[in-house]
């Protein structure tokens, strides 16, 4: 016998076995069928709204209405709406600003939700101290918050950014404190037996097991954000989607509502797609 | 001939820290509760030797091991290392735990270099895993996750990863417990290889007798006594005859049944 024989623990053939046995763990369930194809899937996804759509648009027809105007405004009236808005320029403001105080808000709530999650989640101390506090904090319906942030911050922009800032932090807040109270602690064992001091731990361990949970905190927190958003726009703005909801509604003007709504799930859906890209981008880096 | 190679640039990799220690465990007690799972256990192991460690399932090996390796305190009694009392992670002691626990969101080569003390080069230690990676038969699976690997292939990278710390001390809980019987004994070969080229004081927790008979200088054997909570060194056996050992020979088989007889396994009872 080689030197070499002794030395290679086991054959190439027998590493191809043992993994072989290994192949099934951890894989997903392969997709079967039509449902493998992207397109068939997008097309899937695109019925129900586009059969939505058809109803609406037999419901209102212009003339034979089924349901009158003044109760439901056609796709073509939100339309219209719409295309006239935009060209005064107010569709695009709107938007914008109701875009960066969900943006503002968000940062700054799930940056904060990061840290106190951190600490809550890391150390005994921070626990005790800052987790009975947050829990009662939590506790309070949002929309509580409104009528004293006016007061404190009159109908500028720091009392929206700050709502929507209360309704990102928790959801991060909780999923990242959550997740570090179970990190594998065999894990955080080896980092210290390998020398790991406590950044280092937090660094080579607790940061990456955390971090699905982490992305899930943040796309549970963006919901809110918008949530929190059209709150703090219908009880006193003079812009923004929520403002154009609560304008619509005094007004009765249906097809400015029905826009808003359309103009707030597409919103949502977008910037919850970016953060869905860096997830899927954070799962395969560190899975 | 490759052995001779790989042992010399595993050599060569030297870090020039592996200088064996001395491990003295003085009347080392471990209750959890009011319930005691070890008690009053003295053990010296010279600087280089291989001690293995044998006995039931909770018997406590894994927590003796534990407490050495700085991981658990003691509740009576002291372990130094080179005289110093150990109270926490020593950088001279690697572990190779009981199960693989390797970082799930790591390449098979990145969790043998979590072992890496550090301080180490960045080339020295590439190096250094790759030569590991070789020793161990995984160079393949260098860019694998642990997920798409066997459960003997993590345990072979977790030994890489505590070889890789170039300990003067290197604690190991049952690490081929999860091998076939070919491949164990292959592995027991190539770790007797490498402390050949690198020689460690080795503390190595199994319940196979066959391994202890192996691989170890001595053989400890832990047990409980029957009037008695706490489990205790019911026996050192030192194993006769330079390694590697023939399997057959009657003097181990007259061992084997003592150690086994000492597990509470009658061999004729079979
Ligand atoms: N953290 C702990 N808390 C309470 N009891 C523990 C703890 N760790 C170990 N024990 C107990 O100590 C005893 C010895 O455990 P240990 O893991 O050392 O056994 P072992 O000899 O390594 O067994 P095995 O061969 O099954 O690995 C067991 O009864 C176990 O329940
Ligand atoms: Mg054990």
């Known amino acids: 016998m080689t030197e070499s024989a002794t030395l290679r623990p086991t054959s190439a053939a027998a590493d191809a076995a ?35 759509l058809g109803i609406w648009w037999a419901l209102t027809i212009p003339g034979a209405a089924i349901v009158p105007p003044y109760r439901f405004a056609s796709p073509l009236a939100v339309w219209q709406a719409g295309v006239d808005l935009a060209e005064r320029g107010e569709l695009g403001r709107f938007a914008a600003i109701s875009l960066q105080r969900v943006l503002l808000g968000f940062a700054a709530g799930a940056a904060l939700g990061l840290v106190a999650g951190g600490l809550v989640g890391l150390s005994r101390l921070f626990e005790s101290l800052l987790g009975p506090f947050l829990g009662i904090v939590r506790a309070v319906p949002s929309l509580a918050w409104v009528p004293l942030l006016i007061v404190w911050f009159q109908i500028g922009e720091q009392s929206k950014v700050i709502l929507v800032a209360i309704g990102a932090f928790f959801p991060v807040f909780t999923t990242v404190s959550l997740a570090l109270h179970h990190v594998d602690r065999g894990l955080v064992e080896v980092a210290r037996a390998f020398g790991r001091r406590t950044l280092g731990t937090f660094l080579s361990v607790q940061l990456p097991s955390v971090l699905p949970a982490v992305f899930t905190g943040l796309r549970l927190a963006l919901v809110q954000a918008w949530l929190f958003l059209v709150a703090a726009e219908l009880l006193g703005a003079s812009m923004g989607l929520g403002f154009l909801l609560s304008r619509g509604q005094s007004n009765g003007r249906l097809d400015h509502i029905l826009l808003a709504i359309i103009l707030l799930a597409v919103a949502g859906k977008l910037t919850d797609s970016v953060l869905a890209l860096v997830q899927r981008w954070a799962a395969r880096r560190w899975s | 001939m490759a052995a001779v190679e790989l042992g010399d640039r595993l050599a060569g990799l030297s870090l020039g820290r592996s200088t064996p220690a001395t491990v003295r465990v003085t009347g080392l007690g471990r209750a959890f509760g009011d319930r005691p799972v070890l008690e009053g256990v003295d053990l010296e192991v010279a ?30 009694g002291t372990v130094t290392i080179d005289d110093h009392v150990v109270a926490g992670i020593d ?10 626990r390797l970082l799930p969101w790591r390449t098979v ?5 979590y072992g890496l003390p550090s301080g180490i080069a960045k080339d020295a230690g590439r190096a250094r895993v790759a030569a590991l990676l070789e020793l161990v038969g995984l160079d393949d699976f260098a860019g694998h996750r642990p997920r798409a690997i066997s459960g003997g292939m993590a345990q072979r990278t977790s030994l890489a990863r505590a070889l890789a710390r170039d300990p003067g001390v290197l604690l190991l809980d049952e690490p081929f417990g999860a091998l076939d019987a070919l491949t ?22 199994t319940h196979d007798v066959e391994e202890a008979l192996q691989v170890a200088d001595r053989v400890v054997l832990l047990g409980t006594e029957p009037d008695r909570a706490g489990a ?4 050192i056996v030192t194993v006769p005859g330079a390694r ?3 399997r057959g020979s009657a003097e181990l088989a007259e061992l084997r049944a003592e150690l086994l007889a000492g597990l509470g396994i009658d061999r004729h009872a079979h």
Do not use: C, H, W, Y
């Open chain 2, 184 to 205: 164990r004994m292959r592995m027991q070969d190539l770790l007797l290889g490498v402390l050949d080229t690198a020689p460690t004081t080795v503390l190595l927790v």
């Open chain 2, 244 to 246: 590697p050992r023939d």
């Open chain 2, 47 to 76: 600087p280089g030797e291989i001690v293995a460690i044998l006995g039931a399932s909770g018997s406590g090996k894994s927590t003796l091991l534990r407490i050495v390796g700085g991981l658990d305190a003691a509740t009576a």
């Open chain 2, 109 to 113: 080569a990145d969790n043998v270099a």
């Open chain 2, 232 to 235: 205790r060194i019911q026996q």
């Open chain 2, 91 to 100: 950088d001279r002691v690697a572990i190779g735990f009981q199960e693989p």
């Open chain 1, 18 to 52: 043992e993994l072989d046995a290994a192949r099934p763990r951890g894989r997903r369930r392969p997709r079967r069928g039509a449902l493998a194809n992207p397109a068939v899937r997008v097309a899937l996804g695109a019925l129900i709204p586009l059969v939505l």
